[in-house]
């Protein structure tokens, strides 16, 4: 199917690159006033780690206020954004379908599509459960939450690093590369970004942490000058490098920090001709990065 050119005020195209990819569309409830919809702008969250227990605490925080105080944050903007991204570990730790039922009540009153990624502290088989409208029947990919979402100036490809819930490293495999690969080709010269939870592996001592099969991945987006960024989370932090003209992106957590001293937030992804602008907003005002940009420009 050929790819969309434009998202309306009314409905975002997600996942319509292939029969089979997974997509949802929330119901759409009232928007604050009703502003006007960006076709090119996208809220990202990451590492939210909701439990089926509102008031549990970990590590001298709340997320669910956490995720409630960004969600009153990111409603409010106006232009309001075409959809919102969760790169991955939406549940606490062992993706219990309590955990989801949690966080089916909490995305409710959220009126934009949701794509949700897949992380070490989710399980997939509970995830559908909850959200039966997310699974592809049939998968592109068996057995995976895979995700495109087409947008005006770039498409983004939401990929499932989950290997082993509550195990620490990641794999998207084989399938899943071959298939990415495979999707790229058909539309070369439209800008594309690839969002997947673990983070790629830069420092053979961290092998246990990060992507397993990142240079697999590597030989597929790096050579294909169509993919401008590779976003990810999983070690709640924010940082930025770049990798062959690649841009890496680590987004903040939204849930715990595991160094206090570092931003907690969400992001807004605003998508241009010759790049994106991506802005961190923190919880926490005061923190020296709340406001701080990404200015990505496109190899």
Known sequence: MALTNCITRRELLVGSLQAGVASVLLPRLAWSADPPIDPNRFVMLADIHLSQ???????????????????????ALNPRPAGLIVAGDCAYNQGEIADYRRLRELVSPITIPITFAMGNHDKREHFWTVFPEQQAKP????????????????DWFVLDS????????????????????????????????????????????????????TNALYDVIVPRKRVKAF??????????????????????????????TL??????????????????????????????????DWR
């Open 231 to 260: 976003i990810f989370a999983h070690s709640h932090r924010w940082s930025h490098a770049k990798h062959e003209g690649l841009h890496l992106v680590n987004l903040a957590a939204l849930a715990w920090l595991f160094d206090p």
């Open 162 to 213: 989950l290997d082993k819930t509550n195990s620490t490293p990641g794999r998207l495999g084989e399938a899943q590369i071959k298939w990415l690969a495979e999707m790229l080709d058909r539309h070369p010269d439209k800008p594309a970004i690839v969002v997947a939870h673990h983070y790629p592996l830069t420092d053979p001592t961290k092998v246990t942490s990060a992507l397993l099969d």
């Open 263 to 296: 931003p907690r937030g969400w992001h807004d992804a605003q998508l241009k001709s010759d790049g994106m602008r991506l802005t961190l907003n923190c919880l926490d005002t005061k923190h020296p990065a709340h406001g701080q940009s990404l200015e990505l």
């Open 53 to 75: 227990d509102p008031a549990k605490i970990v590590r001298n925080t709340n997320p669910d206020e956490n995720f409630q105080q960004a969600r009153e944050q990111y409603m």
């Open 139 to 154: 998968s592109p990919v068996p057995g995976r939450q895979v995700t495109v979402v087409e947008a005006p100036l770039a």
